[in-house]
């Protein structure tokens, strides 16, 4: 048996990352990428709360079927907003800037992104698009719907569609350097020996996500732009009242956005990857399908936009070859459902928090996946666009996907990232909940969408009021669900257990440095000599200089 | 295709609601077996591969090309099925039938205008008969919209500046929702109605008009006498303490708050339900809102008795042709007011 290679000394497990310097002028000027990811990590999180708080207030006008809670106005302003923060200031970012940029590096054996300084001026471009946005909502708030659809956003609307885009157009930079500062790094600064098939398919994964960033975000970045440009000075681009079109601005629109929701749920997949795999302590069932599968689906992503349209006027071919290549598009995310499953057969499963999240995951993407297959079949896509089929199917990818994989890498990596255990009774308990919470808010929904209850609807017609009512008790449960994880995991920075540097005893690079990591994240370049998930036997795998005050402890059972 | 007795399935009443069922159903029947299948197996592992001992390492896998081509092949090949189907169901719907009766639908905020080929028009219902296939022709006088009927499984966008077509034939009679399923603004949620399917003889009464045969016109000038409206715009809508109604529709209009916007529909109906909400420079705000005293049926009379108040002074009753009704007002009804 090979002896387990560790790339830290004794000494460097004091100095860390965190406590290596001090003062607010350290973590707002600093380089390092895990720093930086911490900045991003506690941004998302604020927008994150401000869009569960929007999530909220939907929940409760909608458990009557009056309009009672909210105006109209505001109404559409709270779905508008919860939309617009969620998407581009949480779901975007939150894999990628948080989990994705401290561990990009850490995963090949690097000391930091290619580009530290425009690692730093992503996060922030991001702050000042989302600061723009708050101004946007603070001001009187945007109420277009998170699309943009024009005319309305051009000509009716008289909300700050301006500023909210403005913000917008503006963080899509900061992702847009985060993709090339990944590609870049994972090119040039793999660690020796890190071949393209060791790395671990996180980087698979973040590397098609950075694809999707560079390619996609200029496109919904000058279509906002038109947009804008359009609604101060009616220039006629999508306006028919001054000679443009409004489709086009549909078909430019989903051009990023439908690939957008692939930069949310890919990095997920590569999370689920890393979960599925070492919770099983097992190899990756068919490694090289997996990895492919994520470029598959990030090229392919590219070209199913037309889906968004089947009934906004376009032509009857065109709805079928944009159908066509939706359902082609599913195979290669079945693939991979089917590939996670093979890998636990015969594995050694533990059922820690990142484990049931991941398990969670599987089940829930297969049912947005598979209910992904109702809006790509022309004739039913007829009858449930625009209703509340789709609300729970894209809920169901980016809650019960994107979501999913985010607090499942967050549990998995967090005493990497913080030097603290979060506590695993709570995790298990939370995890559960949150699941329950969500099956219950939007299970319901696919059914009311397919008897016909329209979204974005502020009063709605009483027989649909018993989903309605399932719904925001789902939605409380789950709100409650989410508290306990927010609570516990600040709780644990200062009082949870310490970690050891390997606690889950895992092969992975990032995990054969101390945690938290030292600035430089290892003290030596490693040098790759193993496959990826190439699990020795776990006493093989304490990292040699664990602080001494530690003892070695059988792994969790 | 007998669905009644399924639960969750909205209620079936056109041609193609069950060819659209039938596929769902389908579909519904793929993804509960896989659901199930794959939380089984993933349940199954769990349990039965759970961690023993805190030291066992399993004997890794690599994978295994056969089982990467079956989970590859098979998904494909159901996957196509359902495409096929679909688009099957889809391409036949998707041109209307040449006989089909044709009713125009004109879409605005918040409402929807529908005019059947024989002249009667309608706010937010669509009377249509059962058995005979029917042709809409929309188009929106703002932004988009989108028509939706959920008991016949079609919707279409309906967009500014264009026409787009979709078409039934209705199986049951009965009042159906009518929803706009594309989000335009404060009061999307209102812009709802009915579609009230009759038996052809019954649409036909319905058709041929109201027991007294009037026009809306003269309704709704029999209605301008009765509400009293007389006492201050005028027995002929000419004005006194109250803005003259004479050549108003389509004309701009100067309200006390310094704004001017042209005397549309929607501008006519709120100052009729909310009469203090615009008012014209000059007067003052005294009229007494008639919102739940009117029906919308007797809202749309009076409107069209005020459009038929044109300048030359002799009320236009007679219906107009389906062309002028087809053509959105897009030009009245700019909705510069809307702009910041």
């Known amino acids: 048996m090979k002896a387990f290679e560790t790339f830290e000394t004794p000494a460097a497990a004091r100095v860390n990352y965190i406590n290596a310097q001090y003062g607010l002028k350290s973590w707002l000027l600093t380089k390092d990428h895990k720093r930086i990811a911490l900045l991003y990590l506690g941004s998302i999180s604020f927008f994150f709360m401000v869009g569960g708080v929007y999530a909220m207030l939907i929940r409760l006008e909608l458990l009557t079927p009056q309009g009672d809670l909210l105006s109209s106005a505001t109404y559409n302003k709270v779905f508008t907003q919860h939309g617009i923060i969620m998407i581009f200031f949480f779901l975007i970012p939150s894999i990628p800037a948080t989990l994705g940029n401290f561990l990009v590096p850490m995963m090949i054996g690097a000391k930091d992104l290619a580009f ?10 991001y702050l000042l ?16 719907g998170w699309t943009f659809y024009v005319p309305y956003s051009t000509t009716f609307s008289n909300s700050y569609v301006i500023a909210a885009g403005l913000g917008i157009f503006i963080s899509g930079f900061s992702s847009i350097l985060t993709g090339l500062n990944f590609i870049v790094t994972i090119h040039t600064m793999r660690a020796p020996g890190m071949t393209w098939f060791r790395l671990p398919l996180f980087i698979w994964s973040h590397y098609a996500t950075s694809l999707v960033m560079i390619l996609g975000t200029p496109v919904v970045a000058i279509t906002i732009l038109l947009l804008a440009f359009e609604r101060l000075s009616h220039v006629g681009i999508f306006d028919p009242a001054n000679g443009g079109d409004p489709v086009l601005f549909q078909h430019l629109f989903w051009f990023y956005s439908h690939p957008a929701v692939y930069i949310m749920v890919l990095p997920s997949m590569g999370v689920v990857s890393e979960l599925i795999a070492n919770f099983s302590r097992k190899n990756i069932f068919g490694y090289r399908f997996v990895a492919f599968s994520s470029l598959a689906i990030a090229v392919f992503g590219f070209l199913v936009w037309g889906h968004h349209l089947f009934v906004a006027s376009q032509s009857v071919y065109a709805g079928m070859i944009f159908s066509f290549l939706s359902f082609a598009v599913a195979i290669p995310s079945a693939i991979k459902v089917f590939n996670w499953t093979a890998t636990l057969y015969k594995g050694s499963i533990s059922y820690d928090t990142p484990m049931l999240y991941a398990l969670g995951f599987i089940g829930l993407f297969t049912v947005g996946g598979m209910t992904g297959l109702f809006l790509a079949s022309l004739a039913i896509d007829v009858h449930v666009s625009d209703t509340y089929f789709i609300v729970a199917h894209f809920h169901y990818i980016m809650v019960g996907g994107a979501l999913f994989g985010y607090l499942g890498g967050l549990h998995y990596w967090w005493p990497k990232i913080s030097g603290r255990m979060y506590p695993e009774g709570w995790g298990r308990f939370s995890a559960l909940v949150i699941f329950v919470g969500f099956n219950l808010t939007f299970l319901p929904q696919f059914v009311a969408g397919y008897l016909g209850m329209p979204r974005r609807y502020h009063a709605y017609p009483p027989e649909f009021q018993v989903f309605n009512v399932l719904s925001s008790a789902g939605a409380s449960i789950l709100g409650f669900g989410l508290l306990i994880p927010a609570i516990y995991l600040v709780w644990s920075m200062r009082y949870g257990k310490h970690a050891e540097a390997n606690p889950w005893h ?31 036997p776990p006493e093989e795998m304490q990292v040699v200089g664990r602080m001494k005050d530690e003892k070695l402890e059988a792994p969790v059972s | 295709m007998q669905t009644s007795w399924i639960p969750f399935i909205p209620e079936s009443a056109s041609t193609v609601s069950g060819k659209v069922d039938a596929l769902y159903f389908y579909l519904s029947g793929v993804t509960v077996f896989f659901t199930l299948l794959i939380s089984g197996v993933l349940i199954f592992f769990v349990i039965k591969y759970r961690r023993r001992t805190a030291f066992e390492i399993p004997r890794p896998i690599a994978g295994s090309h056969k089982l990467e081509t079956l989970w590859s092949v098979i998904p494909f090949i159901i996957a196509m099925s359902m495409f096929a189907w679909g688009a099957q169901v889809y391409f036949e719907n998707s041109r209307p039938p040449k006989n089909a009766n044709e009713v125009y639908v004109v879409g605005k905020q918040w409402m929807w205008k529908i005019q059947h080929s024989t002249g009667q028009r309608e706010i937010n219902e669509l009377h249509v008969p059962v058995g005979r296939k029917i042709k809409l022709i929309m188009t ?12 016949f499984r079609i919707k279409a966008d309906v967009l500014p500046g264009k026409y787009t077509t979709q078409w039934f034939e209705a199986t049951k009679p009965g009042t159906y929702h009518l929803f706009c399923a594309e989000y335009c603004g404060m009061n999307h949620s209102g812009m709802i109605g009915s579609v009230i399917v009759m038996q052809p003889a019954d649409f036909d009464n319905w058709l041929s008009g109201n027991a007294s045969q009037q026009s809306p016109a003269v309704a709704g000038q029999q209605l301008f006498q009765s509400l009293g409206c007389v006492s201050c715009h005028g027995a002929n809508g000419e004005g006194g303490r109250g803005p003259g109604l004479v050549g108003l529709f389509g004309s701009k209009v100067f309200l006390t708050n310094n704004q001017t916007l042209t005397a549309d529909e929607a501008y006519i109906r709120e100052s009729i339900e909310n009469p203090s909400a615009k008012v014209v420079t000059g007067f003052s705000p005294i009229m007494p809102t008639f919102q739940g005293q009117v029906t919308p049926e007797q809202l749309i009379q009076i409107m069209s008795y005020i ?29 510069q007011l809307n702009r910041k």
């Open chain 1, 116 to 125: 530290p300084r425009i690692n730093l001026l992503s996060w922030y471009i």
């Open chain 1, 129 to 144: 698009g989302g600061i723009i946005t708050i101004y946007a909502l603070l001001a009187g708030g945007v109420d277009t």
């Open chain 1, 506 to 536: 895992l092969p992975g690079l990032e995990w054969r440095t101390a945690s938290p990591p030292p600035t430089e994240n290892f003290l030596t370049t490693p040098v790759v000599t193993w496959e990826a998930y190439e699990f020795a």
């Open chain 2, 140 to 151: 929106s006088e703002d932004t988009i919209h989108d028509f939706f009927i959920p008991a």
């Open chain 2, 307 to 335: 459009k038929s108040l044109q300048a030359t002074g002799t009320p236009a009753t007679a219906a107009p042709t389906t062309k002028a009704a087809a053509t959105p007002a897009v030009a009245t009804a700019t909705p």
